[in-house]
């Protein structure tokens, strides 16, 4: 239906810019299991000419691949915008509530379609409530528990490997994979790096893949025991935060290690990738 498509759009676009791993067209949004009557502003293919509200809930994010993806959001909405297809509203949130109170203001603005990737619990209830007033929503990255909502999203595979073939086949063959782990109901670190992509992507491809101890607990003490498990599953490199001042770092301060602890880390993994028949680069 068009209404469906265009919704669908200005998530899928944004996947597509900010991963560089849509190639091929079609829509990427899958309905999520609805046991309720079908709304009309899904199932009823819109008139000519007409113009969508569309809003979109973004987390606040400054950097990363969750601000790339709502700072290519923004752009493809302009896009959508200036050919007259829609209006759009594109609000900013720091927390479950916030967000909540935003999507409130989109119904109360007359939102026809609402995109959201929150980053938090909590969000289930009033995104069911929209739904149930006949306002489609579109799900992208972390799954929302809702009947009837669009969701927009990949395999963390297939979104890794197409991206790395979009790129080469631009005539870029300067490619590596990284894993820097996945949301799990594991609370103890930020995310469960998950080690056996590394044998994973070993088997299926011919790309060097590293990884992201730092990044994937999210905790200094965490990253001497992952980058040994790193080096032991087979991975080609690791990427260690390193920082003079941790406790004044204007991000990511937790995860990074002081000057003498890289200094104790790199030691360490300089032996355990000898004992693995390994050679470092200098």
Same mark, same amino acid.
């Given at each position: ?21 849509c190639?091929?067209g ?5 309905p ?27 987390p ?7 601000a ?45 379609a609402?995109?959201?990737?929150p980053q ?7 995104? %069911?409530?929209?739904?149930d007033?006949?306002?489609?929503? +579109?799900?992208? /990255? =972390?799954?929302?528990? *809702?009947?009837?909502?669009? !969701?927009?999203?990949?395999d ?8 790395a ?48 101890p730092s990044?994937a ?33 204007l991000?990511?301060?937790? %995860? ?8 104790? +880390?790199?030691? /360490? =993994?300089?032996?355990r *990738?000898?004992?693995?028949? !390994?050679?470092?680069?200098?």
């Open positions: 239906m068009k209404f469906k498509k265009l919704a669908a759009l200005t998530l899928a676009g944004a996947m597509s810019l900010s991963l560089a791993a190639g091929g079609g829509d990427t949004a899958s999520a299991p609805n046991t309720g009557a079908p709304s009309a502003a899904t199932d009823t293919p819109a008139p000519e000419g007409e113009v969508y509200k569309i809003g979109v809930l973004a606040e994010v400054t950097h990363g691949w969750s790339g993806v709502a700072y290519y959001a923004e752009k493809r909405c302009d896009e959508l915008e200036a050919e007259g297809k829609i209006e759009k509203k594109i609000l900013i949130s720091g927390d479950a509530a916030e967000m909540t109170t935003q999507l409130d203001e989109l119904k109360t603005w007359g939102a026809d609402i995109v959201a990737f938090w619990e909590g969000m289930e209830v009033p995104i %069911q409530q929209a739904i007033e006949g306002i489609t929503v +579109v799900n992208f /990255d =972390i799954a929302i528990e *809702a009947d009837g909502v669009y !969701r927009v999203s990949g963390n595979e297939g979104m890794g490997k197409d991206a073939e979009y790129i080469m086949s631009e005539g870029n063959y300067n490619v590596v994979l990284c894993e820097r782990g996945i949301r799990t109901f594991e609370t103890a670190t930020r995310n469960t790096l998950d080690v056996s992509a590394v044998p994973v992507v070993k088997e299926r491809s011919s790309l060097p893949i590293i990884i992201d990044h607990a999210g905790r200094r003490d965490m990253v001497q025991p992952l980058s040994r498990a790193a080096i032991a599953a087979g991975a080609d490199g690791l990427i260690i935060e390193a920082h003079n001042d941790p406790a004044h770092a991000c990511d301060g937790a %995860q990074s290690l002081d000057l003498n602890q890289f200094d104790t +880390v790199m030691k /360490d =993994i300089k032996r *990738a000898e004992f693995e028949g !390994r050679v470092m680069m200098p």
